[in-house]
């Protein structure tokens, strides 16, 4: 999934200028968390969202304003959702807009190159009332980046954090997976072991790999990766599945199939020692339950909000990152 910090060069380069629309920070309830953030051109068209409502409209309004303007200095909505704007979410957000145009190509290029790595910019406001960032080492963890300055007012994170996932199966579910999955916060390996399994086309986030040998990717899987085995092959999901128990860091793991396929695992599993909790925790069937939809389509997104789901509950376990 591409951010709105990824944009902002090519929008400057496109349409001469461009417009940063942040949530700075939030009290009590909002539509969107502190650093949802969207890239608005001068016509008003834009990339993102910071929640929409009344929030949003006020602050595309701000922004094509600041546009019109020319670049100039950063402003500060602060905002009461319920008082000042008749939404009924109760909290107060405080957004800040930023304007650039050609003078800040270069910027917005290390900008983007450090969305696309994923890495958070340590930003201060400058004399000129304008923001100046500069990129942080690459985070290991949510939050987990060190600013290079103990001086830095902030950490803004540009993309979101994404989850590795290890995708076995190039079948029809697997073909409407990895639709579900782009535009969420999964950065997808997809193998399997037929040249001709893949669609010409691979959605952005994901990567096709052709392997004869796709256990050595649960081996070289960074821990914290997810896992969902859907091949066209029965023995091969057991081994592969098998592999991906047998790995104690890594989160989740699903598998294809009705509940008579996971007791059949199940007994297997037993036999050459996967550990009970570990069995336990392997998800089969996959996708939420009481959808009973069975067309790929319907898998697919029953399957990645059972995803999102584990997702939440991984990041809430680490310690919570810097706020701005």
Do not use: N
């Not at 990824?6 to 496109?14: E, N, T």
């Not at 500069?134 to 987990?144: A, D, F």
């Not at 399997?192 to 790999?209: E, Q, W």
């Not at 336990?280 to 029953?302: E, F, V």
């Amino acid at each position: 999934m591409t951010s709105a910090y990824a944009r902002l060069a090519d929008l400057v380069a496109a349409h001469g200028a461009a417009a940063l629309v942040r949530v700075a920070s939030v009290q009590g309830s909002a539509p969107r968390e502190a650093g949802a953030a969207m890239a608005v051109r001068p016509d008003g068209a834009f990339h993102g969202t910071i929640g929409g409502g009344e929030l949003e409209w006020r602050a595309l309004s701000e922004a094509r304003t600041a546009l019109a303007e020319g670049r100039g200095r950063l402003r500060r909505l602060d905002m009461a959702l319920g008082p000042d704007l008749g939404q009924c979410c109760g909290g107060r957000a405080v957004v800040t807009i930023e304007t650039f145009d050609a003078r800040d190509l270069d910027e917005l290029r290390m900008i983007a190159e450090a969305a696309a790595e994923g890495r958070p910019l340590a930003a201060r406001t400058g004399a000129d009332g304008r923001v100046r960032r500069v990129p942080t080492p690459i985070p290991t963890r949510r939050g987990g980046a060190e600013a290079p300055d103990a001086a830095v007012a902030w950490l803004e994170e540009t993309a979101p954090a994404q989850t590795p996932l290890l995708l076995f199966g190039a079948g029809h579910v697997g073909r409407a997976l990895v639709l579900a999955l782009a535009p969420l916060p999964f950065r997808v390996r997809w193998v399997d072991g037929r040249a001709d399994a893949f669609p010409a086309h691979v959605p952005g986030g994901t990567t096709a790999i052709h392997s004869d040998e796709p256990g050595l990717e649960i081996a070289q899987a960074p821990p914290g990766a997810f896992v969902l085995v859907m091949t066209h092959s029965h023995p091969l999901d057991m081994a592969l599945t098998a592999a991906a128990l047998g790995r104690t860091d890594l989160p989740f793991v699903g598998l294809i199939g009705s509940a008579t396929k996971r007791a059949r695992f199940e007994r297997r599993f037993r036999e050459i020692g996967l550990p009970e909790t570990r069995i336990a925790a392997l998800a089969c069937p996959i996708g939420l339950p009481g959808i009973r939809a069975k067309d790929p389509a319907s898998i697919a997104a029953a399957t990645a909000a059972q995803l999102l789901l584990a997702r939440d509950r991984t990041l809430s376990a680490d310690p919570p990152g810097p706020s701005s």
